[in-house]
């Protein structure tokens, strides 16, 4: 019988489908939760649009539901930005956290540069079958909508990041980021001068795995996590080594 909770949180335009394999892997092990964030996988977009605070407080939400105290959660990429802030927020919730192509640098140009094929039109012209995956998984939300308060919402973020190395400071429980050697959104250098803000922190390089969550093999990541997680103590936390 699984003893602890585990969270996967999806990345920004995807929805919780993207982790059907490694949640099978996972089940063996944990209670694995699989929340879909606001205004993704068919759900309404908040009026207000996308913030981390409404993305974080609806994963606590769902916690809530489960009458889960505590879990370990992955994030890939936005999930994993997620996760740290609710490890701030909400230390009493959040044992551990593990994340995959997190990109902590955020200002103004790199918002510009992630945000310049978040154009509806663009996409329809250049990348017509992540158009069409886009539909599929955002059905009966209309796509072009969801990719346009996800580009309001970066460059948002770009002006005022949420995470800073003085609030990663805050993060007291263990956090593993990793990182594919090909990622040239989350890079490698940039994670390792971010981690060192983080006390309980420690940074794994996967070799041949680029940004796209698909690009990293589901039993190589699902090693990465069992052996993190798993060597958690099942009351209190130790440090990373």
Request: net charge negative; proline share 7%.
């Amino acid at each position: 019988m699984p003893a602890d909770a585990l969270v996967l949180l999806h990345g920004a335009l995807f929805s919780p489908a993207q982790f059907s394999a490694l949640k099978q892997l996972a089940e063996s092990h944990f209670d694995v939760l699989t929340p879909a964030f606001p205004g993704h996988g068919g759900s309404s977009i908040p009026l207000d649009g996308f913030s981390i605070s409404s993305f974080s407080e609806s994963v606590l939400s769902v916690l809530d539901r489960a009458a889960i105290q505590r879990a370990c959660v992955f994030g890939y990429s936005l999930g994993g930005y997620v996760a740290l802030e609710m490890a701030i927020q909400h230390p009493d919730r959040i044992l551990a956290v593990t994340t995959l192509g997190t990109k902590l640098d955020w200002n103004e140009d790199t918002a510009a540069v992630e945000t310049r094929l978040l154009n509806p039109e663009k996409m329809r012209m250049k990348i017509p079958g992540f158009v069409s995956q886009l539909e599929r998984i955002h059905h009966p939300t209309d796509w072009s909508l969801v990719v346009e308060e996800i580009a309001n919402f970066l460059t948002e973020l770009g002006k005022k990041p949420v995470l800073t190395t003085n609030r990663l400071s805050e993060v007291k429980c263990p956090v593993l980021m990793l990182n594919g050697a090909l990622d040239q959104t989350a890079s490698a250098n940039s994670t390792t001068q971010w981690i060192k803000s983080i006390a309980n922190g420690k940074a794994i390089l996967i070799p041949d795995v680029a940004h796209p969550f698909d690009s990293c093999p589901t039993d190589v990541l699902w090693d990465k996590l069992k052996s993190f997680f798993l060597s958690l103590p099942q009351h209190g936390i130790n440090p990373v080594h």
